[in-house]
């Protein structure tokens, strides 16, 4: 079972909805990050959290909003998403010094209908 | 940016056979990474090698960070049907950097 937990597993929503993903690890890891994975694809980097700060936004439209609240926990806010938005949505952690490994969550299937 | 490809695509092998897969790059990292992923299950790390030369084992597992730190490559031996999944090289680009890149991915079949 993997330590990072993320929850819904699936989730679909409309154009028009707003909903949340959301993380969480008890690892004491410092980091923590967003990814998007499309089918076929590896991950692509959206977010990075150091130290409950955003330290990377990787250009990331405005309708994908995240917050750290504290450093165990990890959100993924969602508003007025597009079809095109649908894929695997990754939580992972890392200890928060550079060049440590991450580790994923099972990631959130999201469907934008 | 950098380039990064990951060889082979896909492999169809037959259980008991070994495999091998790499990465390379025109950029320098200092951090390699290995990741395995199963269908609707998130990256699971296998292997993690940060000097240049390291040749690290896993049980069947082995990866080595390529001598001039742009390149690395992962082999299973003797493979069975849990090793199907896609493996992902997942390179760290420079001290300071949260930014993990992943290669494109080797699709693994085994064929029992």
């Known amino acids: 079972d993997t330590e990072v937990t993320q929850t819904p597993k699936h989730l679909v929503m409309g154009m028009t909805n707003k909903k949340s993903l959301k993380c969480e690890q008890h690892?004491?890891?410092?980091?923590m990050y967003w990814y998007k994975q499309k089918a076929k694809k590896p991950p692509e980097l959206m977010f990075v959290?150091?130290?409950?700060?955003?330290?990377i936004n990787e250009s990331v439209p405005s309708r994908f909003s995240p917050e750290c609240p504290n450093s165990s926990l990890l959100n993924l806010h969602l508003h007025a998403l597009q079809p095109e938005d649908s894929a695997l949505y990754l939580c992972?952690?890392?200890?928060?010094?550079?060049?440590?490994?991450?580790?994923f969550g099972n990631g959130t299937r999201l469907t934008v209908t | 940016g950098q380039q990064l490809n990951q060889s082979p695509q896909s492999m169809f092998i037959q259980e008991g056979e070994d495999v091998s897969m790499n990465c390379t790059s025109s950029s320098i990292f200092n951090t390699w990474l290995w990741y395995k992923q199963d269908p609707g299950e998130g990256p699971v790390l296998l292997i993690a090698l940060y000097k240049a030369g390291e040749l690290t084992s896993n049980g069947r597992l082995t990866a080595q960070f390529g001598i001039t730190r742009k390149d690395s490559f992962l082999n299973i031996s003797a493979s069975i049907p849990s090793d199907v999944g896609i493996y992902f090289c997942?390179?760290?680009?420079?001290?300071?950097?949260?930014?993990?890149?992943f290669g494109k991915g080797t699709k693994l079949s085994v064929i029992p």
């Open positions: 992972a952690s890392s200890e928060g010094n550079h060049n440590s490994p991450l580790h």
């Open positions: 690892m004491g890891h410092r980091a």
């Open positions: 997942a390179p760290y680009s420079g001290a300071g950097s949260y930014q993990l890149t």
């Open positions: 959290y150091s130290y409950e700060k955003l330290s």
